[in-house]
């Protein structure tokens, strides 16, 4: 059995989908509280759903687990609870860590380009003490999942306990099915796709940089199912642990992505630009851009989903349909 925290999510429950697709059996610890996030799952069979309040408890009696998948965090960039957040982020992440370094069991967990910051030490994936040192994050999720990224490889420098496999996973700008529940975290791909299907035009912040034109602003957007199968692949080849990038390697813009999105809804593109809220300014990444180099070294050869192509799949398979989950 797997178990996936935070598997009622996003990239979550597509991860529970794709190991449920291969037949295997899947626990899963979230909260679903009383709006539709159970739709994230209702397509697929899950073993067991765990309170995050229970995890303990049922860690304590669980079958043997052969993998540990921690997506579960406290995610809004804009979270400004500080010690909620590092009781989510942080403490139990390392104790997951301590569990699955006890047990034996593989560990495969959620980072974020969030720690990376303005990036001005760039985007290099480099697991070590110093080059983590390096990165300056702009905002308290950015900083709590960089804290428990220098924890971990702090303990491994130190040759402390380790499960048998750990790979963190800096995600970049994650976009696909399932992510409905995100309110102001949703994708900028579903946020221009309703504003279009509105009738209104696709809104852009404006730069507040002199170097950079409005809607210039740039990241790296990778499709749901890439990281899915990045994930899959590292549950299928233990002898892989480490700090990875998971983004396509390739900085596009946001007016890139509006047209992407006008492309696939079949409309003539119409877009305005607005001010950045007062809240954004100081915390907003104009550019980010993964570097790929060391998980294609590690033997990851599958090639990442153009932003075109991934938007035309978003849009035609799931915004689409009446049902647009996974």
């Not at 979230?30 to 765990?50: C, M, P, Q, Y």
């Not at 877009?271 to 180099?293: S, V």
């Amino acid at each position: 059995m797997y178990l996936v925290t935070g598997g009622g999510g996003f990239i979550g429950s597509n991860i529970v989908a794709a190991l449920a697709a291969r037949g295997e059996e899947v626990a899963v610890c979230d909260r679903f509280g009383t709006e539709s996030k159970w739709r994230n799952l209702a397509k697929h069979a899950v073993a067991e759903v765990i309170e995050p309040e229970g995890l303990h408890a049922w860690l304590e009696r669980a079958p043997r687990l052969k993998g540990l998948v921690h997506m579960g965090a406290i995610s809004a960039t804009t979270e400004t609870d500080a010690d909620l957040t590092l009781r989510t982020n942080l403490t139990l992440s390392l104790a997951l860590w301590e569990w699955c370094a006890s047990q034996d069991v593989p560990f495969v967990y959620a980072s974020s380009a969030a720690t990376y910051g303005a990036g001005e030490a760039g985007f290099d994936d480099e697991a070590t003490p110093e080059a983590l040192a390096r990165l300056r994050p702009l905002n308290l999720y950015g900083w709590s999942k960089h804290l428990f990224d220098r924890r971990v490889v702090d303990l491994v420098a130190r040759g402390r306990p380790r499960p048998p496999q750990w790979v963190g996973l800096k995600f970049f700008n994650v976009y696909g099915p399932n992510e409905y529940h995100k309110g102001g975290m949703i994708s900028v791909v579903k946020r221009k796709a309703d504003e279009i299907a509105a009738g209104g035009p696709a809104l852009l912040f404006r730069s507040g940089r002199p170097d950079i034109a409005d809607g210039e602003q740039k990241r790296d957007f990778v499709w749901v199912g890439d990281c899915v199968s990045v994930v899959l692949w590292l549950l299928d080849t233990p002898s892989v642990s480490g700090l990875y990038n998971l983004g396509t390697g390739r900085a596009r813009s946001y007016l890139e992505l509006a047209h992407a999105v006008f492309a696939a809804m079949r409309r003539e593109p119409e877009i305005a630009f607005i001010d950045m809220p007062e809240a954004l300014k100081g915390q907003y990444q104009y550019f980010t851009e993964a570097r790929m180099e060391r998980l294609r070294a590690a033997g990851y050869t599958e090639q990442f989903t153009p932003l075109e192509q991934g938007v035309e799949i978003y849009v035609r398979r799931y915004l689409s349909q009446d049902d647009p989950y996974a």
